[in-house]
Every structure is written in C-alpha cells, then in structure tokens.
C-alpha cells in the first residue's frame, strides 16, 4: 500500500508499518538506548516539546499546535519519527533529499512549511501518537501547511509530487531497487551510518503488516552497499550499521552474488570501518557462517538481536513464526558456542491471543536458556491487516500488563548477575557523548553495552578508548578509562 500524505485521518491506517522486530516502542524494556537494539523510544529526535522550548515557540507540549500558528518559510520542514532504526533511517534519507533540493530542516512545527510524520504503524502506540498529532491539526484547518504521514523511503516520488503542490501523493512501486537509492542522506550521527541492505519481508507472521505493506523481500547488491560504505568510511564514518526487517535473509541480487556473512566479512574489510553490526536477524536464516565470521572478523561487532517473541512452540506456531522453541534454542547454542562472548538480545510478546499461563511459564523458562543480554517485551496490540486480528485479543490488557511484568522482572534479575560478572574487565568503547556530570562520558562496546565512564580528557567524542568496568546495574555498566 502507498503512503499517504494528507491530513485525512483515515489515511494514517494506511502508513508504511515497520517490522516487530526491528520496529519497536516505548514500552520496550531493559538494555540501554534502543536505537542500537531494534528500538527507537519515540519520539527520539526534535521533540516538539523540547524544540519548542529552545525555540521559545508557541507549542503546547506533545507536539501540539500553538493556536495561533505562525506559518513556516516555503521551504522548510519538519520532521518526527517514531519507530526503529529503520524509520530513523528513512527520516534521514527524506531530510537528506529535501536539503539537497535548498530545503531548510527546522525544530518546530510551527516554523516549518513541511511537516512530516514518520512512523511505525505495527504498534498501537505509534499510530495513535501520530493521530493525536494530525487530531491538533484538523482543530486548526488555516494551519496553511502540507502535512506527510511517511511510513517507508518509497515516498521520494511522493515528495517530488508534494513539492509540485499535490496535498495528497501515492508512493512509488515498492518492487524496485529505487527504495534503496537516494541522492543524498543526512545521517544524524557522526560516527556511526546506518545502511539498509534488503527491505520488504517473505515470512508471514501472524501479527505483522511488514510483508503487506512493504511488499516482499528485495536485496542490494552486494557492489553498491560496498560503494556507499567505502564512501562513509570516507566522509569519517568508522561504524556501520547494516539493516533491514529481516538483515539475515539478504541475497546478494548479482550473479555468484555473496552471502549475507560474506558481505559482513568485506563491508568490514573496507579501510577505515572499525565497526559492523546489522539487525534484525531472524532466527530460521540465521546460520553459522554468520557465528563463524563474527568469530574470525575482530570488526564484525560481537553482538546479534535475535527475536524468539514466544518460549511457546504452541504460541509460536499461533504467530507463524517458522521455528520451534527446541530450534530456536539451537541457534542460541551455536551462538554460544563462538570462540568469542557474543551477546544476544531478542523481542518478546505477551498476551498473543489465546496464551496460556503454561506457555508464559515457557517463556519464563526460555529467557533462563537463554540468558539473554536485553530483551524488548511488548504486550500484544491487534493490528490492522494481519491474520490475527481474526483471532481476537482475547488476554484482557490488565493481565497482558501482569505477564509484562513478569518477563520484565526476571529479564531484569538475569541481566543484573550477566553486568556484574563483567566487573573488572576492559572494553574498547566508542565515545557517544559527554554525560552531564563534569569528567563523564557514555559510549558502547561492540558488544552494544551501554558503559558510562569517567576520564580527565574533554575530547572523547568518536574516540575508541579502553573502559574498565568497576559496577554494574541491569542496563548498563559503569568505569574508568584506563589511560
Ligand atoms: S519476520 Fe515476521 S515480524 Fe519480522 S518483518 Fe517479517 S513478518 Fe514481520
């Protein structure tokens, strides 16, 4: 289905949605900023409230209107994005279009002519943050500014057509390579590029619009995600982040085109990346070359997001999820059999219709397997065009609440003893930010955790520096840089 840009509100339904997996919301738990791990709290850039605060603009907080709304400069824009990295991603990739083409990006809705909304309709949560928002539009129909509901990078056509002056655009064909291709993007992170490598999904999971609205699987070759990363490498990036719905089920499009391992093995070998890591991994592709080339690739991060969603095979075949509880648990054995530690974070739902006490139980059980390093719970939300949406949402959500808090609590417990066993050892860390304490700075291992730590230097930023662990808590670590 295309996007849709317009203020009509029975538009929204029809957004780009983002994968479960790597799409994500804000009442994920445990691990760090999810914006590494499949997760974007959103909103997670230019919050309407805090822009406005620095602008000293009109807004009413949430992204709501000012009542008197003061009309943007033709050719400004506005951007929000709620979702995961790929959404991010194609915020980016839409910002990085309308720049090249003189547009001018602005931190408030009321300063801008453009508005854009970026996001994930797969949760509930999402759809409705972007409801509210398009809710203060329509109480003030002179806002005189064209609004877009964007869901996916497929709407560059549509952006051309709303520069053209339609208010209502259609997206492009989702079956080309075109999704992948745009003239330039404007990545928000200095040091860190994310890189979609395959967009679209073949599996068929019961609770999720991925594969109806961003069409099947299609993959880059192997030669152009080279050419762009040898280009970052040169404009200063030293980490990659390869993405796609499904990351593992890439298939190189060129003849004897490479596999998915190969291609992190060569996007490593570009002079000047210190860094891969690619989410998000579905456990029925997930192989061992990939295990074997993390082991014997120093830049391959040690690090693989791989959603289970249920410790049910009962459940998991409900949700059409294509492994059972026993296969999924083997492919978290051969993770663990790497010569390196690699951690694992994985995706859970509760409340999927018609789960049992005894399947949660098993969920319970699996996350004691598993000893994962993160894990995102999620109540179930039926959601429109899926198949189970025919099933009901038969757990009433004060008990899906209860089991949340159940997995939660025992994730919880099982990170606490995984961090503080890391105590005493030393990470090579790249340098995210300064902390507002003086002589404080956050930064993540390859391993993607979080470690906040102190150091005498000012100038860490983009730095890799070696960080000893001297505590833990169960989202992060805290330490020292060894000088
Ligand atoms: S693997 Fe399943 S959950 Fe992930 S994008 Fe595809 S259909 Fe959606």
């Not at 990739?93 to 309308?98: D, R």
């Amino acid at each position: 289905m295309p996007p849709s840009f317009d203020v009509r509100l029975d538009d929204l339904t029809g957004a780009r949605a983002e994968s479960r997996e790597a799409a994500q919301d804000s009442d994920s738990i445990l691990a760090g900023p999810p914006s590494e791990l499949g997760v974007n709290k959103s909103p997670t850039r230019h919050s309407p409230a805090k822009a406005a605060r620095r602008a000293g603009s009109q807004h009413h907080g949430d992204g709501a209107w000012s009542t008197h709304p003061v009309l943007g400069d033709e050719r400004t824009f506005y951007i929000e994005t709620f979702g995961c990295q790929m959404n991010v991603h194609d915020s980016e990739k839409v910002a990085g279009v309308l720049l090249g083409r003189g547009y001018q990006q602005v931190e408030t809705v009321d300063a801008a002519k453009l508005v854009f909304y970026n996001t994930c309709s797969i949760r509930e949560k999402a759809a409705q943050k972007v409801f509210s928002r398009l809710g203060e539009f329509r109480k003030h129909p002179d806002h005189g500014k064209v609004i877009g509901v964007l869901g996916c990078v497929a709407q560059q056509e549509g952006l051309a057509q709303l520069e053209a002056g339609n208010r209502r655009v259609t997206g492009l064909d989702t079956d080309t390579d075109e999704t992948f291709e745009t003239e330039m993007t404007r990545r928000d992170n200095p040091f860190r590029a994310y890189l979609t490598i395959i967009e679209g999904c073949d599996k068929s999971c019961s609770y999720c619009v991925v594969p109806y609205t961003r069409g099947p699987e299609r993959s880059r070759s192997s030669a152009s995600v080279l050419e762009e990363v040898r280009k970052l490498a040169g404009a200063g990036y030293s980490e990659i982040q390869l993405l796609g719905q499904t990351v593992n089920s890439y298939r190189d499009p060129a003849p004897r085109g490479k596999t998915f391992a190969e291609l992190l093995v060569t996007v490593a070998a570009v002079p000047g990346i210190r860094r891969v890591r690619f989410t998000t991994s579905h456990p029925r592709d997930f192989g061992r070359d990939i295990v074997e080339a993390i082991d014997s690739v120093p830049a391959l991060c040690d690090h693989v997001h791989l959603p289970v969603q249920s410790g049910s095979t009962r459940v998991l075949r409900a949700m059409q999820r294509t492994y059972t509880r026993e296969e999924y648990l083997e492919k978290i054995a051969l993770i663990r059999s790497a010569r390196r530690p690699i951690s694992v974070t994985s995706d859970i739902i509760v409340g999927f219709p018609g789960e049992t006490e005894q399947d949660v139980a098993e969920t319970l059980s699996l996350l004691d397997a598993a000893q994962y390093d993160g894990v995102f719970a999620f109540q179930y939300s039926p959601r429109p065009n899926t198949a189970s949406l025919q099933m009901g949402d038969s757990i009433p959500e004060e008990e899906k609440g209860r089991r949340l808090a159940i997995v939660q609590d025992r994730q919880r417990e099982i990170q606490v003893a995984r961090n503080n066993e890391l105590v005493g050892q030393t990470f090579e860390v790249l340098v995210d930010g300064a902390s507002r304490r003086p002589g404080q700075w956050t930064g993540r291992s390859s391993s993607n955790r979080i470690l906040n730590f102190s150091s005498p230097h000012s100038d860490l930023l983009g730095q890799y520096i070696q960080v000893r662990a001297t505590g833990a808590s169960p989202n992060s670590l805290v330490g020292e840089q060894i000088i």
